[in-house]
């Protein structure tokens, strides 16, 4: 069951540019809404989260936008940096559909100096 | 404090092979789940455990199967490898539902 579509699949961007991640879910029960960072070799870190009580969060550089109606939430990278070249995943979640992520198919980005 | 622990971080095995693959959680956290990484098929849940038990199941054969102790460290085992098992899996742990859950790096597993 797809649950959750994410792109695009790859991203370039030059450093001081801004990168964009979409995300669109179906099931209406998630209310956590992640994504997460995974530099090859490692495993996946949390880098911002959201619940469905606000409609935008910004933490340092990074910022998320979610849209409920349209079942949708974005990652904004603001200043993209080489080192935030990696692969981004979105993971939402439900209280009441068991301690399980629902892995988008993750976004690889590249930042060119 | 100290991160999710998994070990081995690789393992090679041949097909028909029985392997078992061990992860210590955050203290503090009683819930681990596990993940299957592919290139093909991306992070896959596999199940996950509260308190020793299995609250949770994804879509995988019987021959993946998991257990947790009282001191919350978990294992999954898989059994009759098959080439398609080849994947880095991962740990995850976390306090309750719905929360942040912090990942290990994983064991690449590779069956031949």
């Given at each position: 069951q797809q649950q959750v579509k994410q792109s695009p699949q790859s991203l370039i961007v030059q450093k001081g540019g801004i990168s964009i991640i979409n995300c669109a879910y179906?099931?209406?029960?998630?209310d956590y809404f992640p994504w997460y960072q995974q530099f090859p070799g490692k495993g996946p870190a949390l880098l911002i989260a959201i619940r469905p009580d606000v409609s935008e969060k910004k933490e340092g550089r990074f910022t998320i936008s979610f849209n409920k109606s349209a079942k949708q939430f974005s990652l904004h990278i603001m200043?993209?940096?080489?080192?935030?070249?990696a692969t981004y995943f979105c993971a939402p979640q439900g209280s009441n559909t068991g301690n399980q992520f629902y892995f988008g198919t993750g976004t690889s980005l590249t930042v060119i100096p | 404090k100290a991160g999710v622990t998994q070990t081995p971080r690789y393992l090679i095995k041949t097909r028909g092979q029985q392997v078992t693959l061990s992860c210590s959680p955050i203290s503090g956290h009683r819930s681990v789940s596990w993940y299957q990484q592919t290139p093909g098929q991306g992070l896959q849940f596999l199940f996950e455990y509260f308190s020793e038990t299995q609250r949770n199941k994804g879509?995988?054969?019987?021959?993946f199967s998991g257990r947790q102790f009282s001191n919350s460290r978990s294992e999954m085992n898989v059994s009759t490898?098959?080439?398609?098992?080849?994947a880095l899996y991962l740990c995850a742990s976390s306090f309750a539902r719905a929360t942040e859950a912090f990942f290990g790096q994983g064991t690449r597993l590779t069956v031949v």
């Open positions: 179906e099931n209406t029960a998630f200043d993209s940096q080489p080192g935030d070249s | 879509n995988f054969p019987g021959r490898l098959e080439l398609g098992d080849s």
